[in-house]
């Protein structure tokens, strides 16, 4: 599609088929704000082509914005990211990189099942003291209420 002036009317990224993306496509597709691609960015995670000041991101930076995301929910930094980015641009026949991204995830793995581990521990503590936070309430309850019982027989008394 051309418009007057002979150029490709269609956005960066408008179709199915795009092979440049803005900012503001890219923060809306992975709901991140565009701040966070500017850092990605400026960590030399993604490069990008500036036309003026539009910053404009090929197809390669789209799918490794999608890796940088998925190794955040993983539990990886983005030292670990640029690492497996690197093994793959100076290695990609993936070997190196597939034999490093699995020594990653059995150290996060390991990291997970210590944390749970630990969160067992600390929400069995939390059961005990429930308890005797309840005890300590059932006792005062108890108390509470041979005193009042005591009080009422005296004022009767009294009477």
């Given at each position: ?140 309850k108890r108390n509470a209420a041979a005193k009042a019982g005591e009080t009422e027989i005296a004022q009767?008394e009294q009477a």
């Open positions: 599609m051309s418009n007057r002036s002979g150029k490709n009317s269609l956005r960066p990224g408008s179709s199915a088929r795009a092979t440049t993306f803005t900012i503001s496509q890219l923060a809306e597709e992975f709901n991140i704000t565009t701040r966070a691609i500017r850092y990605y960015e400026d960590q030399g995670l993604l490069s990008t082509l500036r036309r003026g000041n539009r910053r404009i991101y090929s197809r390669r930076d789209r799918v490794r914005l999608g890796l940088i995301l998925r190794g955040k929910r993983l539990g990886f930094s983005l030292n670990d990211t640029r690492e497996l980015f690197d093994l793959y641009d100076h290695a990609p026949t993936e070997d190196a990189q597939m034999s490093r991204f699995m020594n990653l995830l059995s150290e996060r793995r390991a990291l997970l099942q210590q944390q749970m581990q630990d969160i067992r521990a600390i929400l069995s503590e939390i059961e005990v003291a429930e308890a005797d936070c309840q005890r300590t309430m059932s006792v005062r009767t």
